[in-house]
């Protein structure tokens, strides 16, 4: 079935660096797309969404990129830092049928000092 | 301001039984949604309620239901617990419907069936 992605299970990174999170999705009519840190123990924290008539957006040291084309989203962190140590969730909305929250399955982030 | 709030914060039941959940919002949301997490996954939808109607089910069983309440509080009920229900109940409000608004989560109810 349609489900929302990751490329990669873990990424570890050294204190200061960037970080990339990929994620791909299946379903072209999705228009709202969201990133979640989740420390353990927590619930999902929400970091940064964009809207499908947008390519980019940016916050506080995170950037999201989104690529129609492809079905792609990824969430760029600048000068990455211990405390960003979390699993990372990107997640779809979806109107059509009701609406969903389609999650995937989550990127672990360590960050090395 | 209190976020989501979620009670309880840890259950045990036993295959069979009962279980009811609840939620309180963020003052002012009137959208709830219910999410189940396993150890390991992502978060896997389960109902969207806004302004006290279902708008949105995801792929589970008939044995889960929910409800929301006038003050906008929800319960999540799941009958005929099977050892497959233990995981992380989720609960998420936003202002308006979630596939429109930014949902905030709360900390969640741990459910251990044995």
């Known amino acids: 079935g349609e489900s929302v992605g990751l490329h990669l299970p873990t990424l570890s990174v050294q204190e200061g660096d960037n970080s990339i999170i990929n994620c791909a999705y299946s379903?072209?009519?999705?228009?709202?797309f969201i990133w979640y840190k989740q420390e353990s123990g927590k619930g999902p924290q929400f970091i940064i969404d964009?809207?499908?008539?947008?390519d980019k957006r940016q916050g506080q040291r995170v950037t999201v990129l989104l690529n129609k084309t492809v079905k792609h989203l990824s969430l760029q962190i600048a000068a990455t830092q211990p405390g960003d140590s979390a699993v990372y969730f990107c997640?779809?909305?979806?109107?059509?049928?009701?609406?969903?929250?389609?999650f995937g399955a989550g990127t672990r982030l360590f960050v090395k000092a | 301001d209190a976020g989501v709030t979620q009670s309880p914060t840890h259950l045990i039941k036993t295959r069979g039984q009962h279980v009811t959940l609840r939620c309180s919002p963020i003052?002012?949301?009137?959208?709830v949604s219910w999410y189940q997490q396993v150890l390991g996954q992502g978060p896997q939808f389960i109902f969207q309620?806004?302004?006290?109607?279902?708008?949105g089910r995801g792929n589970f069983p008939d044995r889960f239901s929910a409800r929301q309440f006038p003050n906008y509080s929800s319960e999540l009920n799941v009958n005929a617990l099977l050892l497959g229900d233990s995981a992380l109940y989720l609960c998420?409000?936003?202002?308006?419907?979630?596939?429109?608004?930014?949902?905030?989560f709360g900390p969640g109810t741990r459910l251990l069936v044995l």
């Open positions: 998420a409000s936003s202002l308006g419907l979630a596939g429109e608004e930014t949902q905030y």
């Open positions: 379903n072209s009519a999705s228009d709202y």
């Open positions: 964009i809207r499908s008539n947008m």
């Open positions: 997640a779809e909305n979806r109107g059509t049928g009701g609406f969903k929250t389609i």
């Open positions: 003052s002012g949301h009137k959208s």
């Open positions: 309620y806004y302004e006290k109607e279902e708008r």
